[in-house]
């Protein structure tokens, strides 16, 4: 949201992993896990809202791929069926 004094932007999360005080802070600005918020003084929306997009991008991604490499990495059928016959 843009105001006088510059944008203003808030985040908030319906996820219980994603932690958007992480991603105000890539605005400098901080918050709660579920909730955060942001200001850049003496801006205009139009100037820096690509730059808000590509780093909630990019912020988003990378949660994706850490997400990805928390997950068991089966890499064959036989070690599935070997970890199956393990009882």
Do not use: C
């Not at 994706?64 to 064959?76: D, T, Y």
């Amino acid at each position: 949201k843009e105001k006088s004094e510059g944008v203003y932007g808030s985040f908030r999360s319906i996820s219980p992993t994603t932690d958007v005080a992480m991603l105000a802070r890539l605005f400098g600005g901080g918050g709660h896990t579920g909730a955060a918020a942001f200001q850049m003084k003496d801006k205009k929306l139009q100037d820096v809202e690509m730059d808000i997009i590509n780093k909630i991008r990019a912020f988003r991604q990378s949660q994706k791929q850490a997400a990805q490499r928390q997950l068991p990495n089966i890499s064959s059928t036989n070690d599935v069926q070997d970890s199956q016959n393990i009882q």
